[in-house]
């Protein structure tokens, strides 16, 4: 079975500080790996996917992650957030066993003025 | 840019009523989805569906649930007799390829009384 922890439930930055949004999964087949935002009262974006390649992923609004399978982690960052990230972020992991995915429990990005 | 869309976008029931929420997936996709998230809680998978049959399904989707696309571009989900504990946020989502995850709708957030 699968799962992802996202061991940081709330995480405060500064804007304009950069940001590390920790993920790590536990799979025992190979992984495809996802990061979603979900804005206040919205739906789920899908920002970055790792399906195979190179370990580093860029994504949308300047996010990036980088799988790394010794630590099995998935971890996601940006070098400057804006007020505009405030946001609900979820990790999730799926393979190519399985058409679903499992959700972390995701992690709130509070930015500070 | 394609989108999944979702219908109502708020449901209100009273237990024990049956209720259908409605998805309408992306045209040339041929995986299907169904996601709920209860208030202040992770995204749980409920069902995938291809190929007019489920694929998979989680402990959650038990005998009061039920997929079904009708026409070829609809694609809902039944609950049939609803239950306090059904009221979340249910979203929709749809992929042209497995494991691809991209395009979620929404939302329809569904309030049992």
């Known amino acids: 079975a699968q799962s992802v922890t996202q061991l940081d439930s709330q995480v405060p930055v500064f804007e304009e500080a950069p940001v590390e949004l920790r993920c790590n999964y536990s799979?025992?087949?190979?992984?495809?790996l996802f990061w979603y935002v979900q804005y206040p009262n919205q739906g789920l974006q899908l920002l970055l996917k790792?399906?195979?390649?190179?370990?580093l992923v860029k994504g949308i609004n300047g996010f990036e992650a980088e799988f790394n399978k010794s630590q099995t982690s998935f971890h996601l960052r940006k070098p400057s957030v804006h007020i505009s990230d405030t946001a609900e972020y979820f990790c999730?992991?799926?393979?190519?066993?399985?058409?679903?995915?499992?959700f972390g429990k995701g992690t709130r990005l509070h930015i500070l003025p | 840019e394609p989108e999944v869309t979702q219908t109502p976008s708020h449901q209100v029931t009273q237990m024990g009523q049956e209720v259908i929420l409605r998805c309408v997936p992306i045209?040339?996709?041929?995986?299907f989805y169904w996601y709920r998230q209860i208030l202040g809680q992770k995204v749980e998978f409920l069902v995938s569906?291809?190929?007019?049959?489920?694929?998979?399904k989680s402990e959650i989707f038990d005998d009061q649930f039920s997929v079904e696309r009708p026409d070829g571009s609809n694609f809902t989900l039944k609950i049939r007799s609803t239950k306090l504990e059904d009221s979340a946020m249910y979203f929709c989502?749809?992929?042209?390829?497995?494991?691809?995850?991209?395009?979620f709708g929404p939302g329809t957030r569904l309030t049992v009384l």
């Open positions: 999730a992991v799926s393979s190519n066993r399985d058409d679903k995915i499992i």
């Open positions: 569906f291809y190929n007019n049959e489920i694929s998979e």
């Open positions: 989502a749809s992929s042209e390829a497995f494991v691809q995850f991209e395009f």
């Open positions: 790792y399906l195979s390649g190179s370990t």
């Open positions: 045209s040339n996709h041929l995986y």
């Open positions: 799979s025992s087949v190979s992984v495809y």
